[in-house]
């Protein structure tokens, strides 16, 4: 079958209605039991030799259905769903990589994912090396004897920092070093990290996969070798399996994928392009801006667009307060990826109990606001910023 539209795999993507009475919806399957015909079957299916499902912790058909799509929208061999972001990166990350070994990432990302690999350091001896992933020589650089892996997120919470995809997988196949991608921001519509030579990508479902502010839930998918390692280790063992309630609805919301994607791209662009014109604004961070200092990274790799996630600066943290209490379209929230259109304040929020020279070191101005664009009417949306900017203090 030749590759389809996104649009087409959205929707049909883990389609098996033939083996569920033609079902168009696939059945929620809640057992946590699966019965036996025979002693010989029951033996099959324990040592693998047979497929099927006999124990809930081990994933059901609803999963599976949601693990094909997921497989299917990122070209990959295989996925595994999970209950939430972190049990995908915490899974990975334990599944494949020792005590001793070492991985490199980036210096500015999802904060959640730096305190997890802090913690494996002082834990399990697993140091990582943050660098600055903007530019992909600092991976070569911090390369040792003992590098396992190589930690990319693109474009990042909160700053939209682009890494090329490419070059660091490239110098990761180099030093036979494993690549895995966090492919939240950016979802398979607009970014396939495995085409461009990651071995994994995971997601946080919870974002825009999941896409309603309705479910907590990860993803994972890749090579087969990856995948069996995450299935035998972070499924099987660690147990962080996803419920198939959730499942379900996370691919309900995978559905609408290619549309919503189409949607929150192109209401971003605009709104970061009115952001970067007003003159209350100190700087926009959007990669599909020529001023984004890795515009030309981000428009070769991300094929289908820019995303629905902006960071913007009203330069002090008055300021910032101040958008957060006078915006009324947009919701004062922590999460993203949704359908409606979120806005907070990252220096009283996300990254309140660092000090501001820990918020500097990373990044973080005090006057910084990050922006889920969702999929509103964009005009209402930029009226409501604007009125909102209209009104800060300082
Ligand atoms: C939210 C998020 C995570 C963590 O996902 P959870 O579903 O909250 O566990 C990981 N990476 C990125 C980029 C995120 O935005």
Not at 182 to 203: K, M, R
Not at 346 to 355: G, K, V
Request: proline share 4%.
């Amino acid at each position: 079958m030749s590759k389809r539209s996104i649009y087409t795999t959205s929707v049909h993507a883990g389609d098996d209605p033939s083996s569920h009475f033609g079902a168009m919806s696939v059945p929620i399957y809640p057992a946590s039991v699966y019965s036996f015909p025979d002693a010989d079957e029951g033996a099959a299916l324990h040592d693998g030799s047979k497929e099927g499902y006999y124990y809930g912790r081990l994933g059901n058909p609803t999963q599976a259905a949601l693990e094909n799509a997921v497989a299917e929208l990122e070209g990959a061999e295989q996925a595994l769903a999970l209950a939430s972001g972190m049990a995908a990166i915490s899974g990975i990350v334990l599944s494949l990589v020792k005590s001793g070994e070492h991985i490199v990432a980036p210096r500015s990302m999802y904060s959640t994912t730096t305190n997890f690999l802090n913690h494996i350091g002082e834990q399990f001896g697993i140091e990582t090396t943050f660098v600055d992933a903007t530019d992909a020589e600092s991976y070569r650089n911090a390369v040792r004897e003992n590098t396992k892996l190589f930690w990319i997120e693109t474009p990042t919470n909160p700053l939209v920092l682009i890494s090329d995809i490419s070059a660091i997988a490239s110098i990761a196949k180099e030093h036979g070093i494993i690549s895995v991608a966090d492919n939240t921001f950016a979802t398979p519509y607009n970014q396939q990290p495995l085409s461009l030579g990651a071995d994994a990508v995971i997601h946080s479902a919870t974002k825009y996969l999941g896409g309603h502010s309705d479910l907590t839930a990860g993803v994972i998918a890749g090579n087969a070798m990856v995948l069996e390692a995450v299935k035998h280790a972070a499924n099987k063992l660690y147990g962080g399996n996803i419920a198939p309630q959730v499942a379900w609805l996370v691919l309900r919301g995978i559905k609408t994928l290619a549309l919503r994607m189409e949607r929150h791209n192109a209401n971003a662009f605009a709104i970061a392009n009115m952001l970067g014109e007003h003159p209350a604004v100190k700087a926009v961070f959007y990669p599909g801006l020529a001023s984004h200092q890795n515009h030309e990274i981000a428009s070769r790799q991300m094929t289908g667009g820019y995303g629905g996630m902006i960071a913007f600066d009203v330069g002090t943290s008055a300021n910032g307060k101040s958008v957060a209490n006078n915006v009324e379209l947009c919701t004062l929230a922590t999460s993203l990826g949704g359908v409606e259109t979120i806005l907070q304040h990252s220096a009283s929020m996300t990254h309140a109990t660092l000090t501001p020279e820990q918020r500097a070191e990373a990044g973080i101005s005090e006057g910084l606001i990050r922006l889920s664009v969702g999929i509103e009417d964009a005009e209402e949306l930029m009226d409501d910023l604007r009125q909102a900017l209209g009104k800060l203090p300082d």
